[in-house]
């Protein structure tokens, strides 16, 4: 499978007094590229009483994003499970050079989730309709 793409620049908001990001956001922006696996279809990552929740995650940071970076978070699918699904998220830095176009990898999280129904409070099976958008494949820039 392909991995899908997200991309998002990185704002004063972002960063601390010195133009570093935020350890916390490198977890925001993988969050936003899964959801964006459902906006693209024109559906919320939570419908019908279905979402997704993180049961484990593996970071590792490799170097730090600063004010200007643009991003790009790369998702594939581990593992997919009856419950649950595994991704891969890495976030890249493009270079601003013109000469040289190249995309250095600075995160990776390694994140299972599990599917949860939300009026039982439970664990449930992944929905077809949430497989279809998992396998569709897809890329979003957003600057």
């Known amino acids: 499978m392909q991995p899908k793409t997200y991309q998002t620049r990185?704002?004063?908001?972002?960063?601390?007094?010195?133009?570093?990001?935020y350890h916390a956001n490198y977890l925001k922006y993988?969050?936003?590229?899964?959801?964006?696996?459902?906006?693209?279809?024109?559906?919320l990552p939570q419908q019908n009483n279905i979402g997704f929740v993180v049961k484990n995650m593996n970071l590792d940071f490799l170097s730090p994003a600063k004010l200007g970076d643009l991003l790009t978070i790369h998702t594939e699918i581990l593992e997919q499970k009856n419950a649950s699904i595994?991704?891969?998220?890495?976030?890249?830095?493009?270079?601003?050079?013109?000469?040289t176009q190249t995309k250095k990898p600075i995160f990776v999280a390694?994140?299972?989730?599990?599917?949860?129904?939300?009026?039982?409070?439970?664990?449930?099976?992944?929905?077809q309709w949430a497989k279809e958008i998992f396998n569709t494949p897809h890329q979003n820039q957003i600057n």
Request: charged residues 25%; aromatic residues 10%; hydrophobic residues 35%.
């Open 110 to 127: 390694i994140i299972t989730l599990v599917c949860f129904e939300s009026t039982t409070q439970k664990i449930t099976k992944i929905p």
């Open 30 to 43: 993988c969050e936003r590229a899964r959801s964006e696996w459902f906006f693209a279809q024109g559906i």
């Open 10 to 21: 990185i704002y004063y908001e972002d960063t601390d007094c010195g133009g570093i990001v």
């Open 86 to 99: 595994t991704l891969k998220q890495t976030i890249l830095r493009e270079s601003l050079s013109k000469q």
